[in-house]
């Protein structure tokens, strides 16, 4: 059972990028670069990119936060 339903979704077709089976993540589905996906050829290049420079970030202030605590 499911929490969530797609409303493009209709009998395994994705109507809203026409031709293609219900896979949500997909380039073209409503989801694409809104979430991460464990799968992730299904994740925004460029989200993945500012992820990575967050967590960056996140942890040179950590660094300099413990360097001053010494
Ligand atoms: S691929 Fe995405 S947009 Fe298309 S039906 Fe599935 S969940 Fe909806």
Known sequence: MSGWSCPNEVKGQCEHVAGQKCDPGMKGCVLFG????????????????????????????????RSTQK
Request: no cysteine; aromatic share 6%; charged share 45%.
């Open 34 to 65: 809104k979430f991460r996906f464990a799968n992730t050829e299904k994740n925004s290049p460029r989200r993945e990119r500012e992820r990575q420079e967050a967590m960056a970030s996140d942890s040179e202030q950590l660094m300099k936060t």
